[in-house]
């Protein structure tokens, strides 16, 4: 198993990494979605993986597209919707989902980030959870100091 976990890791050729996405270890297919060299098709298919880790390292993987990042705010794991935060190469579109996401552990993750438009930032600055409105808040107070 070493020997795949490494060879999922530092493949960059398209084919290894797409059979390698079909091993019967979630570990291996969590290595894969977050490799960089996987391609588009290999993280859709992987976007859908049973596993929660797997999932969690497309949504992490920078080079996934916006489109499934968007498929992944559905995701019944409030994890990977977190882990939908993360990064800076994200849309506001996202963030408009996320924002209204019905977990406050969720909306409080978006408040945090720092690249989030203005809009979406006021918007969770009136959630209905004292929790977000107060991180909201404070994220406002850095971005206009």
Same mark, same amino acid.
């Given at each position: 198993?070493?020997?795949?976990?490494?060879?999922?890791?530092?493949?960059?050729?398209?084919?290894?990494?797409?059979?390698?996405?079909?091993?019967?270890?979630?570990?291996?297919?969590?290595?894969?979605?977050?490799?960089?060299?996987?391609?588009?098709?290999?993280?859709?298919?992987?976007?859908?993986?049973?596993?929660? @880790?797997? @999932?969690?390292?497309?949504?992490?993987?920078?080079?996934?597209?916006?489109?499934?990042?968007?498929?992944?705010?559905?995701?019944?794991?409030?994890?990977?919707?977190?882990?939908?935060?993360?990064?800076?190469?994200?849309?506001?579109?996202?963030?408009?989902?996320?924002?209204?996401?019905?977990?406050?552990?969720?909306? @409080?993750?978006?408040?945090?980030?720092?690249?989030?438009?203005?809009?979406?930032?006021?918007?969770?600055?009136?959630?209905?959870?004292?929790?977000?409105?107060?991180?909201?808040?404070?994220?406002?107070? @850095?971005?206009?100091?």
């Amino acid at each position: 198993m070493e020997e795949k976990c490494l060879l999922a890791k530092s493949s960059s050729g398209t084919e290894e990494l797409e059979l390698l996405a079909f091993d019967e270890k979630d570990v291996i297919r969590s290595i894969v979605a977050e490799n960089l060299a996987t391609n588009e098709a290999t993280l859709k298919k992987l976007s859908s993986d049973k596993a929660k @880790r797997v @999932r969690m390292e497309v949504a992490r993987n920078p080079n996934t597209s916006q489109e499934l990042l968007l498929e992944l705010a559905n995701d019944k794991e409030i994890d990977i919707r977190v882990a939908l935060t993360w990064g800076s190469k994200k849309e506001d579109k996202l963030y408009e989902i996320l924002a209204k996401d019905k977990d406050p552990f969720v909306r @409080r993750a978006v408040a945090r980030q720092t690249n989030i438009s203005l809009e979406v930032l006021f918007f969770l600055m009136e959630d209905a959870d004292e929790s977000v409105r107060e991180t909201a808040i404070k994220l406002s107070k @850095r971005k206009t100091s």
